[in-house]
């Protein structure tokens, strides 16, 4: 489970996955990937809205007439300027968070990844990006994850190794690489 302080809206094309059995865990779904430490960027707009859905409103308002790609809306309470506007590539802003958080697995047992080609097709559900939807789609950001570590591992990369190894441990639902130290939690 996770504590999300802000989220991120970026062109992801969440798969039509079943939900006979709903992921309520925020470990098993397309949307439930995570990005941390992103760094500073620099918002094209940034203001106020009273929620998440006023922001998303605002994005797809100024995405009309090519001023918004993705946005980003802050939870916290001190934030007065909470939904921040980018007309920058969401997926060039993501690459530069060096923290990042996958599912292993959806509801229904399947791998998820943002790629299947690199693991067996068979039994593998893509999460993936498309940019044709702006202001569409949901990434976390700044998250926490509550549980335990059940194990770790070092000197890894890329991020989808880490998953690999993770896949490999009994119990572990959710993988968490570290790109600048390697490090890899399940």
Known sequence: ??????????????LSLPFTSPCE???????????????????????????????????????SFGQCNFYIFLTNPGAHDNCLLFNSDS????????????????????????NCEKVDKVGCKECHNDNNTPCG????????VEHATVAHFEDVSPKEECAALCRKVE?????VYYSESYLCEC
């Not at 489970?1 to 969440?14: D, E, G, P, S």
């Not at 098993?28 to 995570?34: E, I, M, Q, T």
């Not at 958080?101 to 943002?114: A, I, K, N, R, T």
Request: glycine share 8%; with cysteine.
């Open 137 to 144: 789609g949901f990434r976390s950001l700044d998250c926490l």
């Open 25 to 63: 865990t925020d470990d098993c779904s397309c949307g439930d990937w995570f990005y941390d430490d992103c760094g500073q960027h620099n918002p094209s707009q940034s203001l106020h809205t009273g929620d998440i859905g006023e922001c998303l409103a605002t994005c797809q308002l100024f995405a």
């Open 1 to 14: 489970n996770t504590n999300m302080r802000a989220y991120l809206l970026v062109f992801v094309q969440i």
């Open 91 to 114: 997926k060039t802003y993501l690459e530069t968070c060096p923290v990042y958080g996958q599912p292993l697995y959806d509801s229904d047992g399947f791998v998820l990844m943002e």
């Open 171 to 175: 119990g572990a639902r959710y993988s």
